[in-house]
């Protein structure tokens, strides 16, 4: 799955989730229709069927239900038992714990936190004890994201060894999602759906 795939993925689950939360108990048709209303959108029945069944084999939800209905169909009510918060869980299709993205997700995280840092800090700062973050990542998403605006240099360098200080621009903080920085050059910003920068605009600027 490409990175623009996996944030429109997470910003589905997100809405199924807080619409989950909103509930507490509800059938798979009462959230397909007030997570499509929430998100101001048709998300599609597969989605919120995919996402409910994750949310089922991790132990979020569970059937307090099942309703008989005509030729052998049944319908199932559903319960929220296990509320981890306002982030919606990261699973697999075994309701496991899912690592994808994390990386990048520690890394955003960890700016805003941070508010001034190197690569190396940032880096340090984003492990936890079940996502490393290698330095190599670390310092190219802020040397792209200085590019795109989300970070400013606080500190340059003063010779070879030394390492560029970073600030977080708090007001280009655009939501939970981090930017995404696409194989074109380019960075989108998953949050409003905009490209945030381009080598090839920067070129034609200069």
């Not at 955003?108 to 508010?115: D, E, F, I, K």
Request: with cysteine.
């Amino acid at each position: 799955m490409n990175t623009y795939a996996h944030a429109k993925k997470i910003r589905v689950q997100q809405v199924i989730w807080d619409t989950v939360r909103e509930l507490r108990e509800f059938t798979e048709a009462d959230l397909i229709i007030q997570a499509s209303k929430r998100a101001g959108q048709t998300i599609p029945d597969a989605s919120v069927h995919a996402y409910l069944n994750k949310l089922k084999l991790g132990e979020y939800v569970e059937t307090v239900e099942v309703e008989k209905l005509n030729h052998g169909h049944v319908r199932n009510r559903f319960q929220l038992v296990r509320n981890t918060g306002r982030e919606a869980p990261r699973l697999t299709s075994t309701g496991q714990s899912s690592k994808l993205g994390r990386a990048r997700e520690n890394l955003w995280r960890s700016m805003r936190t941070l508010g001034q840092f190197n690569y190396r800090e940032l880096a340090l700062t984003a492990c936890t004890n079940d996502v490393s973050v290698r330095e190599a990542e670390a310092k190219r998403f802020c040397r792209y994201l200085e590019r795109a605006g989300y970070l400013a240099i606080a500190k340059p360098p003063v010779h070879k060894k030394a390492l560029t200080v970073y600030r977080f621009v708090q007001h280009r903080y655009t939501g939970p999602l981090p930017p995404i920085i696409q194989t074109i050059d380019q960075v989108f910003d998953a949050n409003t759906q905009q490209i945030v920068w381009s080598a090839d605009d920067e070129q034609e600027a200069n």
